[in-house]
C-alpha cells in the first residue's frame, strides 16, 4: 500500500511538472542580442541563432558571463539552462540577481559541477545588506545535462521563491518586522557565469577539476525578465502595466504543499537545521512556516 501511495504521489507531482514546463515555455521570447550583455570571458561567451541561445564556457584560463542590460526592483526572472554534460567536477554555472557594493543584495542559482554520472547540486543563497550565509542545497529529480529546463526567481515585496520548471523549491519571506533584512532598496541586475571553484565546489574541494575535459561549456536560451526596471540616470522605476502578477503573488495551499514535497523528498542541506553553525540560535527567518 505505500509503495502504491508513493507511486500516485511521483505521478501526481510529474504530470504538475510537465504541466508547469508547458504553461511557462509558451512566455519565453527573449532576445539576447537585445537583452543582455556578455562582459567577460574574451570571447568565450557566444551569442547564436539569431539571439535565441547564448553559451557561457570555461578552460583552464577563464570563465565567461553576461548581465542584463537593465536593473530591476522586483520582478520575476528565468531562463531556461542546459548544464555541462559528463565529468564537470569543480565547475560552477550560475543565474542570479545583485546589486552592487559591500552592503549588496543577491539572490543565487548556482550549479555545482560533478563526477560522471553523480547527480548535481543546486545551491541557492540570499544575501540582504552584505549578509549572506543562508544556503540551501538540492539535488534535481532529473538529468540537467540532457536538455533545457527552467529555473525561475520570484521577487516581490512579500516574498523571494525559487522555482525549477515552475516547482517552487524555496521561499524566503519578507520578514522584516522579526528584524530580518529584506532586499527592497537596491536595484539588481541579472547574471549568468560558468567559473572555476574546485577548491570547494564538488563534495566540498574533494574532487578536482580534471582540465583535460575543457572546454566545460552550458547553454541558456529563452530568458525573460518581467520585472520593474530602474533607470541608470535614477529616478522611479517603471514598471509595465501588463504581466505583473508576480507583485503581489503569494503561496496558495498547492504551492506549499509542492514546495514541501520537493524539500522533503530533495534537500540535502539547509542552514536553519544546522545547529553546528548557529551555536546561539537559529536565524529568525527560520521560524517561518510556509
Avoid at 504538475?16 to 570571447?43: E, P
Avoid at 509595465?240 to 542541506?269: C, H, L, P
Wanted: some cysteine; glycine content about 10%; charged content about 20%.
Amino acid at each position: 500500500m505505500i509503495k502504491l501511495m508513493f507511486m500516485a504521489t511521483a505521478r501526481f507531482f510529474l504530470f504538475s511538472i510537465l504541466l508547469a514546463i508547458s504553461s511557462t515555455s509558451a512566455t519565453m521570447a527573449g532576445n539576447f542580442y537585445q537583452d543582455v550583455d556578455i562582459n567577460w570571458g574574451n570571447g568565450r561567451g557566444k551569442i547564436l541563432n539569431a539571439g535565441r541561445l547564448l553559451t557561457l564556457s570555461l578552460d583552464k584560463s577563464s570563465g565567461s558571463g553576461f548581465l542584463s542590460k537593465n536593473q530591476y526592483i522586483y520582478g520575476r526572472f528565468e531562463v531556461q539552462l542546459k548544464l555541462v554534460p559528463g565529468n564537470s567536477a569543480g565547475t560552477v554555472t550560475t543565474f542570479y540577481l545583485s546589486s552592487r557594493g559591500p552592503t549588496h543584495d543577491e539572490i543565487d542559482l548556482e550549479f555545482l559541477g560533478n563526477l560522471s554520472g553523480d547527480p548535481y547540486t543546486l545551491h541557492t543563497n540570499v544575501f540582504t545588506q552584505g549578509k549572506g550565509n543562508r544556503e540551501q542545497q538540492f539535488k534535481l529529480w532529473f538529468d540537467p545535462t540532457r536538455d533545457f529546463h527552467i529555473y525561475s526567481v520570484l521577487w516581490n515585496p512579500r516574498h523571494i521563491v525559487f522555482y525549477v520548471d515552475g516547482m517552487p523549491i524555496r521561499e524566503f519571506k519578507n520578514m522584516e518586522a522579526k528584524g530580518v533584512a529584506y532586499p527592497k532598496g537596491q536595484a539588481m541586475r541579472v547574471y549568468a557565469s560558468m567559473w572555476a571553484a574546485e577548491d570547494w565546489a564538488t563534495r566540498g574541494g574533494q574532487v578536482k577539476t580534471d582540465w583535460s575535459q575543457a572546454p566545460f561549456t552550458a547553454a541558456y536560451r529563452g530568458y525573460a525578465a518581467n520585472g520593474c526596471v530602474w533607470p541608470a540616470g535614477g529616478g522611479a522605476a517603471t514598471c509595465s502595466a501588463s504581466g505583473s502578477s508576480w507583485m503581489w503573488q503569494e503561496f496558495d495551499a498547492t504551492s506549499v504543499r509542492r514546495m514541501k514535497w520537493v524539500q522533503r523528498n530533495y534537500m540535502i542541506y539547509n542552514y536553519c537545521s544546522d545547529a553546528k553553525r548557529s551555536p546561539q540560535g537559529m536565524p529568525p527567518e527560520c521560524s517561518a512556516t510556509p
